[in-house]
């Protein structure tokens, strides 16, 4: 009997495609590290410096702050759009209409004068009643928390929709069967659909962790003026060399995000067993 023999297909265009990107990439390498307007000596003197690693400590408080708070009030969200009661969904649906209608932006300068607007809160009757409970917003309302809090309420809406679908994804069958064994809805959410459900949430809610590191460089409209942009413009201003301290801001904002992403890949790895 005659045997074949098998020759491997050529793919001259991958070859041709590969050292076009090599030959590029080698020219932009070198275009980046010969200009002299990027003024690499001062990337390296600034890259470390004190108020910057400072702007990255603030940076890094904001985003995991807000991401937690709107993590908690995303899952509310979820369970109220769950809810038999119609009241809860319209809340809820009402709330996700607005945080998302809206420009965070927008948001965040009215939270910065949120203590102008309200600088008094209190607990009382409606249309005149006696007041039970007040406070001077000024007491506990300062620029960290304004930032805080309406990057948080901004980023809850977004995740409550990610969070939604990653609920919707579980089978229905699974909810009967926990109603039919006697379980609690508290039982069967914690238990049963949030286990689940993680294996869709977390690369949606990863990338919006990312996008919320980078919304920080917003917060300047509270007026916030501690994170990692400001402390770079400051800088720039003082030197009139924008260019370098926007390559130190984009290192240490890259740095952040290639950890954040090795998180996200191991969270996926583990939620992501038996599938």
Not at 106 to 134: C, D, M, N, R
Not at 225 to 237: D, R, S, W
Not at 257 to 270: A, P, R
Request: proline residues 4%.
């Amino acid at each position: 009997m005659e045997l074949i023999h098998a020759r491997a297909v050529r793919h001259p265009g991958r070859w041709i495609s590969s050292i076009v990107v090599v030959f590029l990439l080698v020219c932009f390498i070198d275009g980046l590290f010969s200009n002299q307007n990027f003024h690499w000596d001062i990337v390296g003197q600034y890259l470390f410096a004190p108020n910057i690693l400072k702007g990255v400590l603030w940076t890094l408080i904001l985003t995991i702050s807000a991401m937690v708070i709107a993590i908690v009030l995303a899952l509310l969200l979820t369970i109220m759009r769950e809810s038999e009661n119609r009241l809860l969904r319209y809340v809820a649906n009402v709330w996700l209409w607005f945080f998302r209608g809206t420009p965070v932006y927008t948001q965040l300068v009215f939270w910065g004068l949120f203590a102008v607007i309200y600088p008094k809160l209190g607990i009382g009757l409606p249309f005149g009643g006696p007041e039970l409970f007040s406070i001077s917003t000024q007491d506990f309302y300062n620029a960290t928390v304004a930032a805080i809090v309406g990057l948080a309420l901004n980023e809850s809406a977004y995740l409550a929709e990610i969070f939604r679908s990653g609920v919707n994804s579980v089978a229905s069958g699974q909810l009967e069967a926990s109603a039919a064994l006697g379980l609690s809805r508290r039982y069967t959410w914690t238990r049963v659909v949030l286990p689940q459900a993680m294996r869709i949430i977390i690369p949606p809610t990863g990338n919006e962790m990312i996008g919320m590191l980078k919304t920080t460089s917003l917060v300047l409209a509270v007026p916030f003026t501690l994170e990692l942009t400001y402390a770079a413009n400051a800088v720039a201003n003082r030197l009139y060399l924008p260019i370098p301290l926007l390559v130190v801001a984009a290192t240490w904002y890259l740095a952040i995000t290639s950890c954040l992403m090795i998180g996200q890949h191991f969270l996926e790895k583990h939620f992501g067993k038996g599938h």
